[in-house]
C-alpha cells in the first residue's frame, strides 16, 4: 500500500512526549481523526492530534512515546500515513 507524506516532526513539547510537527496538508480535521500513522518505518497509534489555529503546526501524541527523549529521537522525521487512512483534495 501507498504512503503520502502529512508532516514532519520539528520538536518534542514538554516532558511527556508530546511532539510539535508541520502540517504538508491543508486539511487539519483530516488530521484530527488519525488512528495511525508512520515515522521511519514504525506504526504508531494516535493518541491526540490538535492543530495550532491559522497555522499549518499541529501536536501530537503518540502511544509508547511517553517521555522528551523518546520524543526527542524522532526530531526532524517525516510522518506518513497509507493512502487509504485519509482522504485529500486533488491538488495535496
Given at each position: ?5 502529512i ?35 514504525t ?29 526527542e ?12 487512512d485519509?482522504?485529500?483534495e486533488?491538488?495535496?
Open positions: 500500500m501507498k504512503k503520502l507524506l508532516g514532519k516532526v520539528l520538536k518534542p513539547r514538554g516532558l511527556r512526549g508530546e511532539m510539535k510537527f508541520l502540517s504538508m496538508i491543508s486539511q487539519h480535521e483530516t488530521l484530527v481523526n488519525l488512528e495511525t500513522v508512520y515515522i521511519g518505518d506504526l504508531y497509534n494516535v493518541q491526540k492530534v490538535t492543530n495550532q489555529p491559522g497555522t499549518r503546526i499541529c501536536f501530537f501524541r503518540l502511544e509508547g512515546i511517553d517521555h522528551i527523549d523518546k520524543a529521537a524522532l526530531r526532524g522525521l517525516d510522518i506518513m500515513v497509507l493512502e487509504d485519509v482522504e485529500m486533488e491538488d495535496e
